[in-house]
């Protein structure tokens, strides 16, 4: 099976720190050419800027398989310059306004670096401490030697750092998944064809996804993602029945989310893989949110899809938290599954 050394956390961190905020793709997408190119029998960036990957497979008509990971990230974009280096911007993606206030960031495509600023609690009325300060009431302010554009993307400076079992950065959603996808590229099985889609725009409408399923017209499509773990220490005492997914439990298998019914067939299938290759893995209870798989569900007669997730605390903030067993899982279980799929499997009820 593929393992998760040295080189594969190297490039994890190497995506993670690139800046991709959606509907700006290209330094993630950069990467991902220069991984995929010297394994893949097809490999072309479509009309949205999604990279999409084709290894072909042995036989008459194997069964095409199409795995998704998204590019992009949350972030922010500069809607006004307001002089002396302070810019208005606007939230891309879905970000708590509670997260923002005093972070540092990086701006444009030069990650020129600067801070969102706000009132300080000194010159705050009591009033205004008692409420979520607005995305309207800050600015990202580079100094008044800082350059930007309106226009411009920006996202959280945090840097990619390894302590112990855990992975920390921005952006581990999703650059995880893309980091497993290229592994799988590396190993991938001569029975099926693999198709790969590094798709842009995610986090605003799974929009690069479904333009890629199109495209590639699977027989089957699973969405490799990171999910929200809930694990946190629950101090009013109220019973968890949504997003129970906990770190160190490995791969989240969804059954069902804001955007998709997963298929049951492709659901009972990785748990039994997981089983037989005593992997572990756990569900993740039908809750909100929503992956490509939803977009790639609705494409041209339909398309049957699962989505596998890795993980993580703190989702859509300036940093979050994984473990590398449960990427490892993750991709052992994908890997185990690739290798045995065969066109039984989508004709069965």
């Known amino acids: 099976m593929p393992s998760i050394g040295q080189p594969q956390i190297k490039l ?6 690139a800046m991709s905020v959606s509907g700006d793709e290209g330094e993630v997408r950069r990467i991902v050419l220069q991984e995929v190119k010297p394994h893949a029998d097809e ?3 479509d009309a949205l800027g999604s990279v999409l990957v084709r290894k072909k497979g042995t036989g008459k008509k194997p069964l095409r398989v199409l795995l998704d990971a998204h590019m992009d ?10 002089g002396e280096g302070f810019f208005q911007f606007e939230t891309v993606g879905g970000i708590d306004p509670r997260h923002l206030a005093g972070k540092q960031v990086i701006v444009g495509r030069d990650h020129v670096p600067g801070v969102i600023g706000a009132k300080p609690i000194h010159l705050s009325t009591v009033e205004e401490r008692q409420h979520t300060i607005e995305v309207d009431a800050m600015r990202i302010d580079l100094g008044p030697e800082g350059k930007a554009n309106v226009g411009d993307r920006a996202t959280f400076a945090t840097k990619f750092k390894r302590v112990g079992p855990s992975i920390l950065s921005k952006a ?7 980091a497993i996808l290229i592994e799988l590229l590396k190993h991938a099985p001569g029975n099926i064809e693999l198709c790969l889609s590094f798709s842009v725009q995610e986090e605003i409408g799974l929009r690069g ?3 890629a399923a199109h495209y590639f017209d ?19 005492g109220k019973e968890n029945f949504t997003y129970n997914t906990r770190l160190g439990y490995g791969p989240a298998i969804y059954m069902a989310n804001s955007s998709t019914l997963d298929d049951p067939r492709l659901v009972r299938f990785l748990a039994e893989t997981a089983v037989k290759n005593k992997i572990q893995y756990q569900f993740r209870q039908p809750g909100g949110g929503g992956t490509n798989a939803g977009a790639m569900q609705q494409t041209r007669v339909g398309v049957p899809v699962v989505s596998v997730s890795v993980p993580h605390r703190y989702t859509h903030s300036p940093i979050s938290i994984s473990r590398i067993e449960d990427w490892k899982n993750t991709l052992n279980l994908l890997h185990a599954a690739l290798n045995t799929m065969n066109p039984a499997l989508v004709k069965s009820s």
């Open 172 to 178: 581990i959603d999703d650059r995880i998944g893309i």
């Open 43 to 45: 490999v072309k960036v």
């Open 12 to 17: 994890l961190e190497k995506l993670c720190n």
């Open 209 to 211: 996804a479904k333009v």
């Open 218 to 236: 699977p027989d089957l499509a699973i969405a490799v993602d990171s999910t929200p773990a809930r694990d946190l220490p629950d101090y009013e």
């Open 73 to 82: 990230e949350v972030g922010f974009m500069i809607v006004n310059d307001e």
